[in-house]
């Protein structure tokens, strides 16, 4: 019932665009911060961005600042990641995530605690 379902991984060159998108269901969606991390092979999991609950405020972490925009739609319980000027070092799979907090996404380690639900991951791949 409690789920987090990611579309829109894929396939591009550097340069190229993406845009995820993270369809919600079984809690209170408006409630919840969103967001995303991603985890490429042999790497840790990383916070990439989140949007708060109430007034929309959003973080990005360094590496993406600028390339990326974190959106919601309350009314479709859906998060969108827009991912333009892909780089190689994008390449991973992005996991949607929910919680009523901030702190899994500043974490270091990551503490799976910290984030109450998880969607399954959309590979992302970008090639030179």
């Known amino acids: 019932e409690v789920q987090l379902v990611e579309s829109g991984g894929g396939l591009v060159q550097t340069g190229g665009s993406l845009r995820l998108s993270c369809v919600a269901s079984g809690f209170p969606f408006d409630d919840y911060v969103v967001g995303w991390f991603r985890q490429a092979p042999g790497k840790e999991r990383e916070g990439v961005s989140y949007?708060?609950?109430?007034?929309?405020?959003?973080y990005y972490t360094d590496s993406v600042k600028g390339r990326f925009t974190i959106s919601r739609d309350n009314a479709r319980n859906t998060v969108y990641l827009q991912m333009n000027n892909l780089k190689v070092e994008d390449t991973a799979t992005y996991l949607c995530?929910?919680?009523?907090?901030?702190?899994?996404?500043?974490?270091?380690?990551?503490?799976?605690?910290?984030?109450?639900?998880w969607g399954q991951g959309a590979r992302v791949t970008v090639t030179a």
């Open positions: 995530a929910a919680d009523q907090g901030t702190f899994g996404w500043h974490a270091t380690p990551l503490d799976y605690k910290w984030i109450e639900i």
């Open positions: 949007i708060s609950a109430g007034d929309g405020g959003t």
